[in-house]
């Protein structure tokens, strides 16, 4: 099996944004934004029009669940786009997958990053305190202490959710 060429770009789109992230902090958005137009372009030489029904579909598919962590506040926006660039990339049924595994590795690495640091409970308290804000349960905002320098860069997770499915024999890479 080899991989499709949509595939390698967003394994080095991904690889970019976890060394732009590693020494800025964050994922440039214009580097997402080029990776989404590589992806409908480049779904669209190799496949025509149902190419580029293939990317949209792939990137509204990631950009769906992640749009909800992004208003929840447990992700950045950076981070949303770069998953909907890969979807764009890499069509609906990779980007499924790797949205699924990349979250619950996502979700591992910073319940273990909480628990190291000692800082579940402050976690909790306030992202409890962040939802009954948004739910209109709470009024003033959520409490600013407790939580700082406890973020985790979305773009590992996502690059080990896509070489999984890129692997010889993953269900996904055997639909491609």
């Not at 976890?18 to 669209?44: C, D, H, N, Q, W």
């Not at 496949?47 to 990137?59: I, M, S």
């Not at 209109?136 to 979305?154: D, I």
């Amino acid at each position: 099996m080899t991989l499709h060429l949509a595939q390698v770009t967003a394994a080095a789109l991904v690889c970019l944004a976890a060394y732009a992230e590693r020494r800025k902090g964050r994922t440039p958005p214009a580097l997402a934004i080029v990776g989404i137009i590589a992806g409908i372009s480049l779904r669209f030489a190799m496949y025509g029009a149902p190419g580029v029904r293939a990317a949209l579909g792939g990137a509204a598919i990631a950009l769906f669940p992640m749009c909800l962590f992004a208003v929840s506040g447990g992700l950045g926006f950076d981070d949303v786009l770069l998953i909907a660039a890969v979807g764009a990339l890499c069509g609906p049924a990779v980007t499924t997958v790797c949205v699924i595994l990349a979250a619950a590795l996502a979700g591992g690495i910073a319940l273990g990053t909480v628990l190291v640091r000692g800082r579940l409970s402050a976690v909790v308290t306030k992202w409890g305190a962040t939802m009954a804000c948004k739910c209109g349960l709470r009024r003033g905002g959520p409490p600013q202490s407790g939580c700082e320098n406890l973020t985790v860069s979305y773009a590992v997770p996502l690059a080990v959710g896509l070489l999984i499915c890129s692997l010889p024999g993953h269900l996904v890479a055997t639909c491609l």
